[in-house]
Nanobody, 121 residues
Framework: QVQLVESGGGLVQAGGSLRLSCAAS????????MGWYRQAPGKQRELIAT???????NFADSVKGRFTISRDNAKNTVYLQMNSLKPEDTAVYYC???????????????WGQGTQVTVSS
């Protein structure tokens, strides 16, 4: 059984920073890619950042230059450092992890519970 626990969300003023974390625990054999999504009220969930097992990263244009994604493989954790936050960054942020629980099993997609980020003007 696998669980992804997110933390680090909250209320910040425009221009401020937050650091989100997402820790995977349970029966984990291997982890492939990790990523972060966000969903604002009434909008589609959007992919904002990914990081591969080799450390290659990609970012949505809306967050390039402001957000950084990183991972700690020893802790099965992915982070999202958010700087220069804007009101339009307000959303629920979800981590997503591709992992498998055994050598003979396929990779599967797991989601965190979501954490609220609110940026005031």
């Amino acid at each position: 059984q696998v669980q992804l626990v997110e933390s680090g969300g909250g209320l910040v003023q425009a221009g401020g920073s937050l650091r989100l974390s997402c820790a995977a625990s349970g029966s984990i054999f291997a982890i492939n890619a990790m990523g972060w999504y966000r969903q604002a009220p009434g909008k589609q969930r959007e992919l904002i950042a990914t990081i591969t097992s080799r450390g290659s990263t990609n970012f949505a244009d809306s967050v390039k230059g402001r957000f950084t994604i990183s991972r700690d493989n020893a802790k099965n954790t992915v982070y999202l450092q958010m700087n220069s936050l804007k009101p339009e960054d307000t959303a629920v942020y979800y981590c997503n992890v591709d992992l498998k629980t055994g050598w003979g099993l396929p990779f599967r997609n797991y989601w965190g519970q979501g954490t609220q980020v609110t940026v005031s003007s």
